[in-house]
C-alpha cells in the first residue's frame, strides 16, 4: 500500500487532508508547462458546433463534453453571474474547489482540488484566454475564460467557463471541456472520468443557479 501510494503521488498530486493553500503552491510549482500540443492552445474558445466539426480534435483523441443551462434573464442576473464567475462560485462544492482569491487573468496558475474516493486530487491548470463582449445593436453579452491543463493533470485539454446574455434577454451559463486521458489512472478509467465531468458540469450549474438566486432581493 505504501510503495502504491508513493507511486501514485510521483504521477498526480494526491492530499489525505483538504489540500491547504501551502500544497496548492507546490503542486503549481512542480506541474511546468501545458500537457498538450500548442496547435490546440485557446481551442475551448470555438463555439460547440465548431469543435464538434472538427474532425482533428477526435483523431486526436479529444473527446468533448459540455452543458448549458438558463439562470435567469436580464442584464442584472448576467452581471450576476459573471461575477460568480470571477469568484470561482461555480466552484461552491463539498468535493471541488478552487481558491476563490485566484485572479481569473491570462498566464495565473492554479489547481482543482477534487474529492475522489479517501484522497484529495489536485490538478494544476493555466488561464489561457479571457473574453468578454457586448454588442449593443441587441444587446447581446458574454464573459468567460478557458483554462489550460499542466503537467500532472489527469487530463490533458482545455475547460471553458462562461455566462452569456442573448438576443432575448435569457442568460445562459456554459461549462465546455475538450480532453483526453494523460495519465494511466484516467486511461483506465476514462468512462468513469467521463461521467464525473458529466456530473460535475451539473453540480456547478447547480451552483451558480444557487449562487444568483440567493442575490435577488
Known sequence: MTCLWKCLREMVFLSWGRPSPKDQKACILKSGTFNYDDKYKGVS???????????????DGFFLNEARVLVGSGIETFEKGKSALRSWKHFGLNWSFVDSKTPIQPGVKFCVC???FLP?????????YVNETRTAKNRRASFGFGSGTLHGHLLAGEERFSIEIDENNQVWYEVLSISKPAHILSFVGYPYVMLRQKYFANESSKAMLKHINSLKP
Open 120 to 128: 484529495w486530487i489536485m490538478m494544476p491548470l493555466q488561464v489561457v
Open 45 to 59: 474558445a470555438k463555439s460547440s458546433s465548431s469543435l464538434k466539426a472538427d474532425e482533428g480534435l477526435s483523431k
Open 114 to 116: 477534487v474529492k475522489e
